[in-house]
């Protein structure tokens, strides 16, 4: 490839050259202007300023004609560039005047750029997740069905006993939380959790799941409209989530619910009060266990 050409077949040298005639060509046209606005003033006669303009005007379209041809030869030059932008007649969008307020050409440029590396990077990732592929081999695919591993039984059908101890073992970890089971609707397990003398917790099981929990205060009936607490705890339901452990999530679960044990006893950790609007801090962080008010903790 010659010097100063570019792979995209743009001469580099000519592009300099024409960007010096077209700075010569807005000159050529500026001595016109200046010549139409001044005119000749300085002659004595009528007949020598108008001869003198005539003169100095024809000279100026003459060096316009010149710069002019001096452009379109070396733009012949410059080349074309590669069509790195296919963007067909959207081009045209560029030459709208309220450019400012619509700049719909600029937006769709860095719309098909953000496109090209976006496919880009995905090609490059395809590439490495084909490199870590699992390839099974011939004897692997022939395996005999004897030699296949079992599936794992899943957690949605644990045994009843294996839930009684789990729930036991947890019963027996916090000694203020006291824990009866029952089942009154064959398998499915209902638990009802007193905290001290703070809280009366309803914990409707599937399983080792829990589907559902009611909060109420020690002397409140369970089945009544639910509150505040209930919500927070839905949430904390939301929070603990891993499917493959279920023994954690209800533990997790529960020495969350043990934190209550101070409802009325410790401050916001934000606000430093008791009471806000009438009500104790009922919020408690999923990670640190910490109270606030529920409008502190946002």
């Not at 064959?186 to 638990?191: D, I, K, Q, R, V």
């Not at 409140?220 to 409209?225: A, G, K, S, W």
């Amino acid at each position: 490839m010659a010097e100063g050409v570019l792979s995209a077949g743009i001469n580099l040298e000519a592009f300099a050259q024409a960007i010096a005639a077209i700075q010569a060509l807005r000159s050529s046209v500026t001595r016109v202007f200046d010549c139409l606005k001044d005119g000749k003033r300085n002659k004595e006669t009528l007949e020598g300023r108008e001869k003198g303009f005539v003169s100095s005007f024809q000279e100026s379209l003459h060096s316009v004609s010149r710069d002019l041809g001096e452009l379109e030869r070396l733009s012949n030059l410059v080349g074309k560039p590669s069509e790195n932008h296919p963007l067909h007649n959207s081009g045209l969008l560029s030459l709208d005047p309220v450019q400012d307020k619509t700049p719909l050409y600029s937006q769709l440029l860095q719309a098909y750029k953000w496109s090209n590396k976006l496919q880009y990077h995905a090609g490059l990732a395809s590439g490495l997740l084909n490199q870590q592929s699992l390839k099974r081999s011939a004897n692997q695919m022939g395996m005999s069905a004897k030699r296949r591993p079992k599936a794992q039984p899943t957690t949605l059908v644990l045994p009843p006993q294996y839930v009684d101890d789990v729930i036991s073992r947890i019963d027996r970890m916090f000694p203020e939380m006291s824990i009866h089971l029952s089942r009154p609707n064959g398998t499915s397990a209902m638990l009802m959790v007193t905290l001290g003398k703070v809280l009366k917790v309803i914990v409707v099981m599937r399983s080792l799941f829990i589907d559902r929990t009611i909060v109420k205060g020690y002397h409140e009936n369970v089945y009544t409209e639910e509150g505040k607490v209930t919500d927070h705890a839905t949430t904390a339901l939301l929070h603990y989530q891993l499917p493959q452990m279920p023994d954690v999530v209800v533990r997790s679960f529960m020495t969350w619910l043990r934190s209550y044990i101070k409802l009325f006893q410790a401050p916001c950790q934000r606000c430093g009060k008791f009471l806000q609007d009438g009500l104790p801090p009922t919020w408690r962080d999923f990670r640190t266990l910490e109270a606030f008010h529920d409008t502190c903790r946002q």
